[in-house]
């Protein structure tokens, strides 16, 4: 009983505080419908490529939105050996996905927003070629991922700070 009647104080608590979720009012909330109405420029090179579908996937909205923003993206993709032995063989890499990103209003041209976004991810070189490539090549669709969250998350809040419809 006592469980109960502290769990309804806590919601009660949180009722009050104002926090509100950010995709509030679900698929016909003004922020997914803003998120909808972002394209995705064209991306250069096999990280631009899977950046660009964590995009689109994560931006698609319900039926199918005229754009009113272009979301341009410039990748920097780096590959360095960290670990060398004594025989100057690497032990170790890192791979470091980076990407600065503009929102673009379609209708006037402004640049709405200018950021980076990024990530890295450490891969073990062992013997086989094979096996270093095949945990490089995992290390990027890991961090194109991870960078397509970072910049949909931030085109977002974006949307739910200026857009009056959000608040």
């Known amino acids: 009983m006592i469980r109960i009647a502290a769990a309804l104080m806590l919601v009660a608590a949180l009722a009050g505080c104002g926090l509100r979720p950010l995709y509030g009012g679900a698929e016909g909330g003004a922020v997914r419908s803003a998120l909808a109405a972002v394209e995705v420029a064209p ?3 096999q990280a631009g490529w899977l950046i660009a579908n964590a995009l689109r996937d ?9 754009p009113a923003y272009r979301l341009e993206v410039v990748l920097d993709d780096s590959l360095i050996g960290l670990g060398v ?7 170790r890499e890192r791979r470091t996905l980076r990407a600065r990103y503009q929102l673009i209003d379609l209708a006037t041209g402004l640049t709405l927003l200018d950021q980076t976004a990024g990530s890295d991810a450490g891969i073990d070189v062992v013997g086989s070629e094979y096996a270093t490539i095949a945990a490089e090549q995992a290390a990027l669709e890991r961090l194109s991922v991870i960078v397509a969250d970072q910049i949909v998350t931030r085109v977002a809040l974006y949307t739910r700070r200026t857009d009056p419809a959000a608040r």
């Open 43 to 45: 991306i250069e090179g």
């Open 85 to 91: 032995r004594r025989d100057d063989t690497i032990t």
């Open 58 to 66: 994560r931006l698609a909205g319900p039926g199918a939105a005229t």
